[in-house]
């Protein structure tokens, strides 16, 4: 594949021939022709891995990370208030960045809001800032003892001060009242034109509580999905049972998949890990048990469902592949149905032979190595040469599917790219275990050739472009020569849909 230059002429939703022509983009269709000049056009790009609605809040809530005080908050807050109900909700602060360096109270909180109640998380997600009313409503005073894995934080006298950390959180966060369908239908609105005005065409819903899906049909049925969704549905707790859905395709929206959580994250030391980690004498934990997995993922196989499982240590992706192995080798399914790895962050040598051997999918989100190669000395020490082995899988015959887990990360792919490429974590200007590193080829086709080979039945893909549906991506770029500096600052110029132009 490489990015195409010239004369595309479209009918209805498939590419029928093209003219090079040096220097622009020209796209026509019976009534379409749009010019785009010092452009290049790529087959649609998509996330592997996001969290729709998710991205929808986190662009709408009230976003104090430009903030520099805990009065620079409240500000703000006033001139951009966020409610959900009766609850003002917002996003962002980080007291690591204000002249304090100190966590805020509930005093200025309560001056402001005295009557309605206020959350406001921290950048991280990992604690929040609340008021008096937020605490009254939960049942939480000086009596109240820390819940496991969680701390409210409480002055001299015992009284909370309005900082609540991780489980902690959940005893305030419960009463906020979940989105109505039309808020949902919003948010959701929201994020996919924005993830389109970043040329995603196609992005996979990575954990859809079925309760909400009858909000993606309908937005589809009234066609205003702007882009295709793919969703993996929220299984750990059989959660899917509950409701009718089987795999089934829409307009643009269609249901694939059951997802589950093998783990949980190297940050909080819940991925489950072989070794001890480096700074704590705790090696994490399965979420969930082998023959569980074995027992669910079979029911989902029989249903056509693809299965897709969370694992970050090298614990978690061994347990999860030897049981999509024993699958397999069971007679439960076969190599053609899909078995995805979501994260497969650390994976050990000994096992990177199950992903050709059983054909499974990687569902690899780079950005997070950027982000997270700083943590993960510290958790993992020499266990590292295992992390983020985005070559050694390709070296083994493994398939790489590309995301960023949105709204955790930025869902701009071209950060994603460069990610693959250089591997230079954000904090940093040497690569990081750059033996991992992919070349721009193997990057571009984890975003834009591989997510439509392997999960996309309907899309025609074709190396020359010709008959190959027209869900194109259009550049400022062209990723393969352009100065690897500039790959992170490409932009998206155009998305095209099925051949249509989405305006964002
Ligand atoms: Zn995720």
Redesign the pocket.
């Known amino acids: 594949m490489k990015p195409f230059q010239g004369k595309i002429i479209l009918k209805k939703n498939r590419i029928e021939s093209i003219e090079w022509i040096p220097g622009s983009v020209i796209i026509i269709n019976d009534n379409t022709f749009a010019e785009f000049k010092n452009a290049w056009a790529y087959p649609g790009f998509v996330d592997c ?3 729709v609605a998710a991205l929808g809040s986190k662009l709408s809530e009230l976003d104090l990370s430009k903030c520099r005080s805990a009065e620079e908050c409240i500000e703000w807050s006033l001139l951009n208030p966020g409610f959900r109900g009766i609850w003002l909700t917002g996003r962002g602060w980080n007291e690591e960045l204000w002249a304090t360096q100190t966590f805020p109270d509930l005093n200025i909180l309560d001056f402001y809001y005295p009557d309605i109640p206020v959350y406001l998380s921290r950048v991280d997600g990992h604690s929040a800032w609340v008021n008096s009313k937020a605490l009254q409503l939960a049942g939480v005073d000086k009596f109240t003892q820390d819940p496991k894995g969680g701390m409210i934080i409480k002055d001299k006298s015992g009284n909370p001060t309005g900082v609540l950390i991780d489980n902690a959180m959940d005893l305030v966060k419960k009463n906020i009242p979940k989105y109505e369908k039309e808020q949902l239908s919003e948010l959701i609105l929201k994020a996919c034109h924005n993830l389109a005005s970043h040329g995603l065409t196609q992005v996979h819903e ?2 859809l509580h079925p309760e909400n899906v009858k909000v993606f049909i309908e937005l589809d049925r009234e066609n205003k999905l702007p882009i295709k969704i793919k969703s993996y549905l929220s299984s750990q707790k059989d959660e899917w049972k509950n409701y009718d859905y089987l795999p089934s395709t829409f307009n643009n929206f269609s249901i694939c998949g059951l997802k589950f959580y093998a783990d949980g994250a190297l940050g909080s030391r819940g991925a489950a890990m072989f070794d001890k980690y480096n700074d704590s004498d705790t090696k994490g934990l399965l979420l969930i048990e082998p023959d569980e997995l074995f027992q669910k993922a079979k029911i989902g196989l029989e249903k056509g469902f693809h299965i897709a499982t969370h694992a970050i240590g090298d614990g978690a992706n061994s347990m999860v592949l030897k049981t999509y192995s024993r699958l397999i080798k069971e007679g439960i399914t076969n190599k053609d149905s899909i078995l995805r790895l ?1 994260h497969a962050q650390t994976i050990r040598t000994e096992d990177l032979k199950y992903l050709e051997h059983d054909n499974i999918i990687t569902s690899i989100q780079p950005i997070h190595c950027l982000s997270d190669a700083p943590m993960a000395e510290k958790r993992l020490g020499d266990n590292c040469k295992y992390a983020y082995p985005w070559k050694s899988i390709l070296n083994s015959g493994g398939r790489l599917a590309a995301g960023s ?1 949105f709204p ?1 990360e930025s869902h701009n792919p071209f950060i994603g790219i460069d990610a693959f490429v250089r591997r230079i974590p954000f904090d940093r200007n040497d690569s990081w275990y750059p033996e991992e590193r992919l070349s721009r080829i193997e990057a571009l086709e984890a975003y834009c050739i591989a997510p439509h080979q392997i999960f996309d039945n309907d899309f025609q893909y074709s190396e020359n472009l010709v008959d190959m549906t027209a869900d194109l991506t259009i550049l400022n770029n062209n990723l393969l020569v352009c100065n690897e500096n500039d790959i992170a600052k490409t932009k998206a110029v155009a998305t095209f849909i099925n051949g249509k132009l989405i305006d964002n």
């Open positions: 891995h996001g969290h990575a954990d979501e887990d955790i």
